[in-house]
């Protein structure tokens, strides 16, 4: 599998195609939110926007399944990761296009988002104080413990998303080289069904880790 290519560069910047296809997605999801929401009726909603808010409350029950009376709050930001990594995903199978998410760069810049939202969230709920201190129990030597477990499940969300939907995009390209046109479909409905998979784990974790970040003075307590 190819690495991404240079696209164009901005001086020392250089844009790659990964840089490019995130891009257009970002202008696919900002276009197509407008384009939808032009027109919202209560009454008699349409076809398109039946099925988006079925999407947003099929989240929104996920999200309050882990954490309940959290949804209005988290929706936006797990919501948009899990959308957006499903489309990411599933980019790979347009002619022409490689997944973002087959590129190690987008899939690291995820898993820090993850980072900082779990912290973000943790504080916003429990305070600094009292988020800083669940660090320290039961016992301050376990300090450096906390922090490289910290530190190993954001390696362990990038590293997981990667290397499945780049083995995937190998996979499916042997496939192809080796049958041809024999078997499209399968390997397309494969490529659609593994795509969707990773997305839905890679967003269950992120909303368990933002979880245990918002519990996390629930430990602390005398």
Excluded at 106 to 133: D, E
Excluded at 154 to 174: C, D, K, Q
Excluded at 176 to 186: C, E, F, K, R
Aim: aromatic share 8%; net charge neutral; with cysteine.
């Amino acid at each position: 599998m190819e690495a991404a290519s240079v696209v164009f560069s901005l001086g020392w910047l250089k844009i790659t195609s990964t840089v490019v296809t995130t891009w257009g997605l970002l202008l696919f999801f900002g276009t197509g939110c407008w384009l939808v929401t032009r027109r919202l009726s209560v009454d008699q909603p349409g076809l398109v926007q039946t099925a988006l808010e079925g999407v947003v409350q099929s989240i929104e029950a996920a999200i309050e399944s882990v954490l309940p009376g959290s949804a209005q709050m988290l929706l936006p930001f797990v919501g948009t990761l899990w959308l957006f990594i499903a489309v990411a995903n599933l980019t790979g199978i347009v002619p022409l296009l490689r997944s973002p998410t087959g590129d190690l760069s987008t899939t690291a810049a995820l898993a820090i988002l993850v980072f900082l939202s779990v912290h973000w969230y943790g504080i916003r709920s429990a305070g600094l104080k009292n988020y800083l201190r669940h660090y320290l129990t039961p016992s301050p030597i376990l300090l450096p413990f906390h922090l490289l477990g910290e530190l190993s499940r954001t390696l362990a969300l990038t590293v997981r998303l990667f290397g499945n939907i780049m083995s995937l995009e190998m996979a499916a390209l042997l496939v192809l080289l080796v049958a041809g046109l024999l078997v499209p479909v399968p390997v397309l409905m494969l490529h659609i069904v593994e795509a969707l998979v990773q997305a839905y784990i890679f967003g269950t974790l992120a909303l368990i880790y933002i979880a245990g970040g918002m519990q996390s003075h629930e430990a602390v307590k005398p």
